[in-house]
């Protein structure tokens, strides 16, 4: 149980290490996706199976293949070049980022236990769908219903963000979707079809 | 077993891991990606603390996180490929207009 646990968080920070400093986008979406099957193995050594499943179908699979498809489409795969607006700025990540995760490790090392392991595992049935969905539709109703909601809106909202203008026939200039922002000021909401449909009458 | 605190001990050093992502990459999709490794350190930390206590609301508060990190990733690349439209650029350094 050890060996497991000390292969896969190992596995788990390597993946991290590469997700933050791969200088290929892909390459750190791939370190990605090493984290988080570690993760799920880890839930599994927790008695979550039920979380351990979904984590591997919903984050690795579903999520990493969004975010590849994105890097792609993008071409982003490439780094960024050129200085750093902010000065020093990573190695004073690299310093508050430790001292971060050195008084997580001290915290942690403060928690014990209320109750011996072995017995409060038992409590869990093993994390199971069944016992999960239980405490999920009883308990946890109103926020599982809330979040369901909260995926239609993300449904809608992420095909109203990426639509392009439908063409109007009638000369009324094109609107723009919600939330895009005009190349130069990020203030001006004049779009280029409306400037080309005012040139077009002047020209008639 | 595995002492609960090996295990928060682990998410801590990976949601700073996520944190110094966060804080030194530069396109925002990478951004992203550090994000998603700090909701992975707190869902490991969640998954922990239900195991010492023998209570499932742990497990199902990841349930619910991991659907909002779905939802976020939908949303927020939407508007990464929306921005990229008009910009041609995903660095953050140059989406600064809000900048006060």
């Known amino acids: 149980m050890m060996l497991a646990f000390i292969i896969l968080g190992a596995l788990t920070l390597v993946g991290g290490v590469i997700t933050i400093s791969a200088r290929n986008a892909v390459h750190a979406a791939l370190g990605l996706v090493g984290t988080l099957l570690s993760v799920g193995g880890l839930f599994a050594s927790m008695n979550a199976s039920f979380l351990a499943a979904t984590q591997v179908i919903v984050y690795a699979g579903a999520i990493m293949v969004l975010f590849l498809f994105v890097i792609m489409l993008l071409n982003a795969n490439q780094p960024v070049t050129g200085r750093d607006p902010v000065p020093f700025v990573r190695e004073l990540a690299g310093i508050g980022g430790t001292l971060l995760a050195g008084a997580f490790v001290v915290l942690a090392f403060t928690y014990e236990d209320p109750a011996p392991l072995a017995t409060s595992a038992a409590a869990l049935r093993g994390g199971t769908a069944g016992a999960v969905g239980e405490t999920l539709l009883t308990r946890f109703l109103l926020p599982f219903e809330a979040v369901s909601v909260l995926l239609l809106v993300a449904i809608v909202g992420a095909v109203a963000l990426v639509q392009r203008p439908v063409p109007q026939p009638d000369g009324v200039p094109d609107t723009e979707p919600a939330g895009l922002l005009a190349p130069d000021t990020g203030l001006v909401f004049e779009s280029v079809t409306q400037e080309a449909v005012l040139k077009e009458r002047g020209r008639a | ?100």
Do not use: C, H
């Open chain 2, 1 to 100: 077993m595995v002492p609960t605190t090996y295990y928060l001990a682990l998410s801590g050093i990976l949601f700073a891991l996520g944190m110094i992502g966060v804080l030194t990459r530069r396109t925002a999709i990478m951004v992203f990606l550090s994000v998603e490794l700090m909701l992975n350190a707190s869902n490991i930390a969640l998954v922990a603390f239900a195991r010492s206590w023998g209570d499932l609301t742990g497990q199902t508060a990841v349930f619910i996180v991991m659907t909002l990190a779905a939802a976020e990733v939908a949303i927020g690349l939407a508007i990464i490929i929306a921005i990229f439209r008009k910009r041609e650029t995903t660095n953050v350094d140059d989406l600064a207009t809000l900048k006060g």
